[in-house]
């Protein structure tokens, strides 16, 4: 085995070692897997699940507390959420330390013949500790007529573990994802001397995620604030691809009188040390990448800035040096009601092999991995009406090297029968993007939200964004209809996308995929304070559209089921 890949396990090992378990992936920003585990209880601010087996639009979060609108792909193999007010673990100063458990397990089945298990357990004790896991299936067994077997699967174990000491909050937890899929963008009628081996066409997937952290919890502000987190994993394929990461992350900041003219003054840094190996059978790599940015935080009347300056070495084939100036001002015009934000800021960061098959699952296993950079302008509004109402709306443009775009084609290569598998090109330029969204939440018993972006791409080499869509659309409302009665509905739209037709000569044709209107809708009945019962309906148009090229979705699809909460 070659001695990097060893080096890079031994670092992995170590990792582990280090932690009994993993920390709770409460971080965005230091790891891409963003799995929550949420308390349950007897109350549920949020729009209910969509649980579409096929193919369902990515978890998109647009919060209330911080109304910045994100945006991402569509994702694959995940249920539809909107959540409005998710409920997380606090530290609750307690005379008494009292105990606490919430549980909740969900089952149910949908017309793909799909079985349905999502169990929650939270159990503590105030003030001193909190233990929550997560476990969830979901498969499918019906085919797409015409198309070549479809199955899939996905199982998932999370557990985290929280400990409040007496200045500092201890986390850790470990998480396990096992998903299977089948390159099924193919008839097989329209090749018919060409038999595919059925092994060639199978995918697993399987990620092991590992992370351990602390963090000041000084109710002084005078401290030095600080908190430092490792996390890693290992993911690896069927067909011998693999990809280990082991991240370091730390920030430290304390409030210093900088000078007299501010009300609020704070100096920080905050880092990142990343390890990154990878092995296809063919190739094989170990990446090195450090990021430090030292920062200086400010108040004075309505303005609120942060300042910094993110200076990043990447270690690969050669070594290279980046660095960005990050920016950001908010200007408090009217308190609450409307703020006006303007920033730069400027990242490194890798596409790995868990990224693009989190995205598309149908990404060949020797797809070529690269670092992407990008430089970001941006400003807008964002604000509250009574309470009640949470704007946001942004304009923004990014310079960008080496974005990843997704193609049927293998680059540079002679296109192989039957066209079913993807890689990843990449390519420099810009895009400039329009972006809003609103929330209103009237009282408990009704919730709305409604969301768009559009992007317009400049591109240096390649003709178009392939499978980037220039539109997307979101709205959900959910309301409590009778006592114990919730019906939900959730609408997306996603504009046309371009992609290359391997079946056009010549080779680099394009041909446009129609957007689509995705339709989902659900009643929930509480039965009683333990049980409820839940029924959903996705894709109610039944479109056959497809995300990607040659990739069609179920049509309509039922979900039904039981919620047990104890």
Not at 63 to 88: A, G, H, M, R, V
Not at 508 to 513: A, E
Request: overall charge neutral; glycine content about 6%.
């Amino acid at each position: 085995m070659n001695t990097k890949i060893l080096k890079g396990l031994s670092i992995i090992i170590v990792a582990i070692c280090i932690s009994n378990t993993g920390q709770s992936q409460n971080n965005e920003e230091t790891n891409t897997h963003n799995e929550q585990v949420t308390i349950i209880s007897s109350f549920d601010p949020s729009i209910n699940q969509a649980y579409k087996v096929n193919t369902s639009p990515e978890v998109m979060t647009f919060s209330i507390d911080k109304p910045e609108f994100t945006f991402e792909s569509l994702d694959i193999n995940q249920p539809t959420e909107i959540t409005l007010k998710p409920i997380k673990p606090v530290v609750i100063n307690a005379d008494k330390k009292t105990s606490t458990t919430n549980n909740s397990l969900k089952v149910g089945v949908g017309s793909l013949f799909s079985p349905y298990v999502d169990f929650f357990h939270s159990s503590g004790k105030k003030n001193d500790y909190r233990f929550d896991a997560h476990l969830y299936h979901l498969s499918s067994f019906k085919n797409i007529k015409d198309y070549s077997p479809s199955p899939q699967s996905n199982s998932t174990i999370d557990l985290n573990y929280s400990k409040f000491l007496k200045n500092h909050i201890f986390n850790a937890g470990i998480d396990y994802n096992l998903s299977t899929n089948r390159y099924y963008g193919f008839k097989p009628d329209d090749f018919p001397t060409f038999a595919p081996v059925d092994s060639d066409l199978k995918q697993s997937f399987n990620y092991v995620g590992l992370n351990v952290g602390i963090a000041s919890n000084y109710s002084s502000k005078k401290k030095l604030s600080h908190s430092v987190v490792i996390d890693g994993y290992y993911y690896f394929d069927k067909f011998k691809s693999n990809e280990s990461n082991v991240n370091l992350d730390f920030d430290i900041h304390k409030n210093f009188d900088v000078t007299d003219m501010l009300d609020y003054q704070e100096l920080g840094l905050s880092g990142k040390v990343s390890y990154f190996g990878n092995s296809n059978g063919l190739t094989s790599s170990t990446d090195i990448f450090v990021s430090a940015t030292p920062y200086f935080k400010g108040n004075y009347g309505i303005i609120n800035f942060y300042l910094g300056l993110n200076f990043n070495i990447l270690n690969t084939s050669n070594t290279n040096f980046y660095f960005y100036p990050i920016i950001d001002v908010n200007f408090n015009l009217i308190p609450d009601y409307l703020t006006v934000f303007v920033g730069v800021d400027g990242k490194v960061e890798k596409h790995s092999f868990y990224q693009l098959t989190q995205l598309n699952p149908w990404t060949e296993s020797t797809t070529k991995l690269d670092w992407g950079r990008n430089f970001n302008t941006y400003g807008g509004i964002r604000g509250n009406i009574s309470q009640k109402v949470v704007y946001s709306a942004q304009v923004s443009w990014k310079k960008f090297n080496n974005m990843f775009f997704f193609i049927n084609i293998p680059d540079g290569t002679i296109p192989q029968l039957p066209f079913n598998k993807f890689t990843a090109i990449y390519d420099n330029g810009s895009v400039f993007g329009i972006s809003g969204e609103v929330t209103f939440a009237a009282n408990k018993k009704v919730n709305l939200i409604a969301g768009a972006k559009y992007n317009i791409y400049s591109l240096d080499s390649i003709s178009e964004a392939y499978h980037k869509p220039s539109s997307e659309i979101k709205f959900g409302i959910s309301a409590l209809a009778a006592k114990k009665l919730k019906i939900w509905s959730e609408v997306y739209y996603y504009g046309k996308r371009v992609a290359l037709d391997p079946t056009i000569l010549p080779l680099g044709t394009t041909i446009d995929l129609d957007g689509f209107i995705d339709l989902n809708a659900g009643v929930d009945y509480q039965l009683t304070d333990s049980f409820s019962a839940f029924l959903s309906v996705t894709n109610i148009l039944n479109n056959d559209y497809q995300r990607y090229l040659n990739y069609p979705v179920h049509g309509i699809q039922l979900m039904g089921g039981i919620t047990y909460k104890f």
